[in-house]
């Protein structure tokens, strides 16, 4: 098990949608139910020596727009020594439904590039971008759900694309599930394609690790 890169002392910063928040505004604050507070269990229960200071500020249904509209307040005020970010299905879906244009992949790029440049002008720290994901396999053309996967790789190219401009770290959670899905069915992972259960959070929560140089084997 490779070193622990994030020291005693720092702090984490969480950002994104519903799968970030996970109820951590509610009743399972402050972490949410979900990958952020499993990430958090197993540094515990693996590098117990470290106290990290960890921030959930995931909102459910939020876009990239959103998280543009608050990244003074939510990011850069709290002066994390670590960032993750994980957004984007919620931009797709939108862009799908209503054709809406500030939600659509050009401006989804354009809103991340600018929190990725006030990130580092601010911050400078590492960052760990987690892509966008959809768990189903309907390949079939004719419903919504084969829809989103038609147009959601625009959306995981662009996260891949930012990855390399920033040089952050990137966990590709689409690839993940898409690789299990050959094994297992979509409702072992979730109840519909967006909000995945406790098995697929603890499969983020370990691919973090991994994008942070730790061998999970």
């Not at 505004?25 to 402050?30: F, K």
């Not at 987690?130 to 790789?153: E, H, M, W």
């Not at 770290?169 to 050959?182: A, E, M």
């Amino acid at each position: 098990m490779a070193t622990f890169p994030v020291k005693h002392g720092q702090k984490f910063l969480f950002i994104g949608d519903s799968i970030t928040d996970c109820g951590r505004r509610a009743a399972e604050r402050p972490y949410g139910s979900g990958y952020v507070s499993l990430f958090i269990e197993l540094q515990r229960a693996w590098f117990p020596e470290r106290r990290i200071a960890y921030v959930n500020m995931g909102i459910g249904g939020h876009t990239v727009l959103d998280l543009r509209n608050r990244w003074a307040d939510d990011v850069l005020r709290e002066k994390p020594d670590w960032l993750s970010i994980k957004i984007g299905i919620n931009d797709c879906h939108r862009f799908l439904n209503a054709q809406a244009p500030q939600h659509g992949p050009e401006k989804f790029r354009e809103d991340y590039d600018a929190i990725l440049a006030a990130a580092q002008k601010a911050l400078g720290c590492p960052v760990i971008l987690i892509d966008p994901f959809y768990i189903s396999t309907d390949a079939t053309g004719l419903g919504a759900r084969s829809q989103v996967l038609k147009l959601l790789p625009q959306y995981i190219e662009i996260v891949h694309d930012l990855s390399k401009k920033y040089k952050t770290r990137l966990v590709r959670t689409h690839d993940l599930y898409q690789r299990h899905l050959k094994f297992v069915g979509p409702d072992f992972f979730c109840p519909e394609p967006v909000h995945p259960f406790r098995s697929g959070h603890l499969l983020m929560a370990l691919e973090v690790m991994k994008a942070l140089g730790v061998d999970i084997r």
